[in-house]
């Protein structure tokens, strides 16, 4: 399995940014896909997943301004962020879940991780 993230940079707050992920080496429709952030000193977390049959979650400091969606047929995952903050500062990478919903995994339960790629929000 192979992820590649990409998509990031710097912008002001209130600004957007589409971030993009790359995957291969796998079926990519059938697992758990997920967004997650790790900034400075701090332990990385979930930002949203999607299940292999469409299903969202999101993290509570993100709904509504943040939109997780994939195009199995690009083997793509993407992640939307509007209405950025400055709290949204970190590292972004995309990992995976070998099962194909996201109900009852937890961050130790993806195995496979992206490089990441960086946000970074000014305010």
């Known amino acids: 399995v192979q992820l590649v993230e990409s998509g990031g940079g710097s912008v002001q707050a209130g600004g957007s940014l589409r971030l993009s992920c790359a995957a291969s080496?796998?079926?990519?429709?059938?697992?758990?896909i997920g967004w997650f952030r790790q900034a400075p000193g701090k332990e990385r977390e979930g930002v949203a997943t999607?299940?292999?049959?469409?299903?969202?979650s999101y993290r509570d400091s993100v709904k509504g301004r943040f939109t997780i969606s994939k195009d199995n047929a690009k083997n793509t995952l993407y992640l939307q962020m509007n209405s950025l903050k400055p709290e949204d500062t970190a590292m972004y990478y995309c990992g995976v879940d070998p099962v194909s919903s996201c109900l009852q995994s937890d961050i130790g339960a993806y195995n496979y991780w992206g490089q990441g790629t960086q946000v970074n929000v000014s305010s």
């Open positions: 080496g796998y079926t990519f429709s059938t697992y758990c």
């Open positions: 999607i299940d292999s049959d469409g299903t969202t």
